[in-house]
């Protein structure tokens, strides 16, 4: 076969790679491979090729785009990001809080807001994976119980499969999370495999599990799904977030709350 060809069909496969992901924001190798009838090899090669040019930005497992709404900024940035939108849902997610439940809080920005509103709460136990809510807590408040697990430094977590072994031992009032991405199609995903695997095990931990998200999170599908909407128990979310998807969520079963700052 000739160089020509060969260069041919690798300009045909990374055409077909781009619109893969420009539909769907998220490309895995093995669904690419079947897609292009390719092996996962030449996959890699073509993400890779596809990478120096700056058209995708490879993770493990596949690629995501770059002009698509996955980057996972640093957490300092996040805070920053709809900071009114974010303290309205806060003070409405502490007003669901007994003082006397245990309650899950993960590593979101929204939900580090919320930590800061039950710092008061002196009788609750809180559970967290978050290594910001756990400084919150370290001097004063609620009884605070760290997972343990890996450190992740971009969001300052604690996740991965060394989780499971306090939280498969805890049953949750209420579990609280942020996400990167929300959507009916795609469900709640995030950047990290690790970071799923732990909001995935304080989800079903839990009688409740209350997402906490701004209007800016709808429409944005990230790296790794870590639950669907009928997951959730209620949704608290701004104005801004598409009517069409929060209908969604609620013919999925889900309470939604809407909160203005």
């Known amino acids: 076969m000739s160089t020509n060809h060969n260069a041919a069909l690798a300009a045909s496969r990374h055409t077909r790679i781009r619109e893969w992901l420009a539909e769907r ?32 930005r490879r993770v493990h497992g596949g690629a995501v785009d770059l002009a698509g709404s996955l980057e996972e900024p640093l957490f300092d940035d996040k805070t920053a990001l709809a900071a009114p939108q974010k303290e309205a849902i ?13 309650v899950y809080l993960d590593g979101g920005s929204t939900v580090l807001a919320l930590a800061r509103r039950l710092q008061a709460f002196a009788h609750l136990t809180v559970v967290t994976n978050s290594l910001r809510v ?22 300052q977590t604690l996740v ?33 495999p690790a970071e799923a695997y732990t909001k995935e095990l304080a989800i079903a931990r839990a009688n409740r599990a209350v997402l906490l998200a701004d209007g800016s999170k709808f429409g944005a599908a990230s790296f ?5 909407a009928a997951d959730l128990d209620l949704l608290i979310t701004d104005p801004s977030a598409p009517r069409r998807e929060l209908d969604g969520f609620r013919k999925a079963g889900v309470r939604v709350q809407l909160v203005s700052p």
């Open 224 to 228: 790794v799904r870590f639950a669907g």
């Open 134 to 155: 756990a400084h919150i807590f370290s001097g004063a408040g609620p009884r605070m119980i760290l997972t343990g697990g890996e450190c992740r430094r971009l969001s």
């Open 25 to 56: 924001r998220v490309a895995r190798v093995e669904e690419l491979a079947t897609a292009l009838q390719v092996s996962a090899a030449t996959v890699r090669r073509d993400l890779e090729d596809l990478e120096r040019h700056g058209v995708l």
């Open 160 to 192: 991965g499969p060394l989780t499971r072994h306090v939280l498969d031992t805890m049953r949750f009032d209420v579990a609280f999370l942020g996400t990167v991405g929300a959507g009916l199609r795609d469900g709640l995903t995030t950047t990290d």
């Open 90 to 102: 806060a003070a409405a997610a502490a007003a669901l809080v007994r003082p006397r439940d245990t």
